[in-house]
């Protein structure tokens, strides 16, 4: 299970007058983990389809837009790009 303990320094960077209780940040990590889960399905999913013994970043793209509505996949595939371009470069 996925654990995203960057919750806080995520929201004190944008707005660091406002906090975050643990009750939310229990409901922001369930969420999290089930969009992982889906996204993960999905993408192992379409794998096995297309007979591929391995995901690549065009099955995770293809969840996203399958998962995730309109433009919050949009921009879900805008910042993924993003931000493996620059995990990459580095």
Same mark, same amino acid.
């Given at each position: #299970?996925? $654990?995203? =303990?960057?919750? /806080? @320094? /995520?929201?004190?960077?944008? *707005?660091? =007058?406002?906090?975050?209780?643990?009750? %939310? #940040?229990?409901? #922001?990590?369930?969420?999290?983990? =089930?969009?992982?889960? +889906?996204?993960? *399905?999905? %993408?192992?999913?379409?794998? $096995?389809?297309? +007979? +591929?013994?391995?995901?690549?970043?065009?099955?995770? @793209?293809? %969840?996203?837009?399958?998962?995730?509505?309109?433009?919050? %996949?949009? /921009?879900?595939?805008?910042?993924?790009?993003?931000?493996?371009? +620059?995990?990459?470069?580095?």
């Amino acid at each position: #299970m996925y $654990r995203f =303990d960057n919750i /806080h @320094q /995520h929201l004190k960077q944008v *707005h660091p =007058d406002i906090g975050v209780s643990s009750k %939310a #940040m229990g409901i #922001m990590n369930s969420f999290i983990n =089930d969009i992982f889960e +889906k996204l993960a *399905h999905e %993408a192992s999913r379409l794998a $096995r389809y297309n +007979k +591929k013994p391995t995901i690549t970043s065009r099955e995770i @793209q293809t %969840a996203v837009r399958l998962v995730l509505p309109g433009e919050l %996949a949009k /921009h879900a595939v805008s910042e993924g790009t993003k931000a493996v371009t +620059k995990f990459t470069s580095s």
